[in-house]
């Protein structure tokens, strides 16, 4: 089987243009790439490496090639609430986390309005199971009106 990579560049192309714009971000699709990059990575340091793997199976290559970015597959970090995963998002998103996730609430909104992007790509199934697996305190990350 042959790589395609053009396809895939044209396929996150398409991709970060789309979650730039359900962010509020105009075509600013740097700031959309460095948010998506932060909330993944913060994502697969919550949930299991096995619930890892079973997650980016359904991704396409390109939001693969995100997860996976810099993954060590180290211990899991603890994470008991909202706040402890926004300050982990923003460790990931390093010295722009200022201008990325000014406040606590609009990193709440983009965590949310990536879980609803991200729906387009992860069946019903795989949801729940994350859902299941984080933090009592994250659950509601994945809104009733996500998963359906």
């Given at each position: 089987?042959?790589?395609?990579?053009?396809?895939?560049?044209?396929?996150?192309?398409?991709?970060?243009?789309?979650?730039?714009?359900?962010?509020?971000?105009?075509?600013?699709?740097?700031?959309?790439?460095?948010?998506?990059?932060?909330?993944?990575?913060?994502?697969?340091?919550?949930?299991?490496?096995?619930?890892?793997?079973?997650?980016i199976?359904?991704?396409?290559?390109?939001?693969?090639?995100?997860?996976?970015?810099?993954?060590?597959?180290?211990?899991?970090?603890?994470?008991?609430?909202?706040?402890?995963?926004?300050?982990?998002?923003?460790?990931?998103?390093?010295?722009?986390?200022?201008?990325?996730?000014?406040?606590?609430?609009?990193?709440?909104?983009?965590?949310?309005?990536?879980?609803?992007?991200?729906r387009?790509?992860?069946?019903?199934?795989?949801?729940?199971?994350?859902?299941?697996?984080?933090?009592?305190?994250?659950?509601?990350?994945?809104?009733?009106?996500?998963?359906?």
């Amino acid at each position: 089987m042959g790589l395609n990579f053009n396809q895939f560049a044209k396929e996150a192309n398409t991709f970060l243009k789309a979650y730039a714009a359900e962010l509020n971000l105009g075509k600013d699709t740097d700031k959309a790439g460095r948010i998506l990059s932060s909330i993944l990575h913060g994502l697969r340091e919550v949930i299991s490496t096995e619930e890892s793997l079973q997650l980016i199976a359904q991704f396409p290559m390109f939001l693969k090639a995100i997860y996976v970015n810099g993954w060590s597959g180290k211990t899991k970090i603890k994470v008991k609430s909202l706040e402890d995963f926004i300050d982990l998002i923003r460790d990931f998103n390093g010295v722009t986390s200022i201008v990325d996730f000014e406040s606590n609430e609009i990193a709440e909104n983009y965590i949310k309005s990536t879980f609803i992007v991200l729906r387009k790509h992860i069946s019903l199934g795989e949801l729940e199971d994350i859902r299941t697996v984080l933090p009592k305190d994250l659950k509601f990350l994945i809104y009733q009106n996500v998963m359906f």
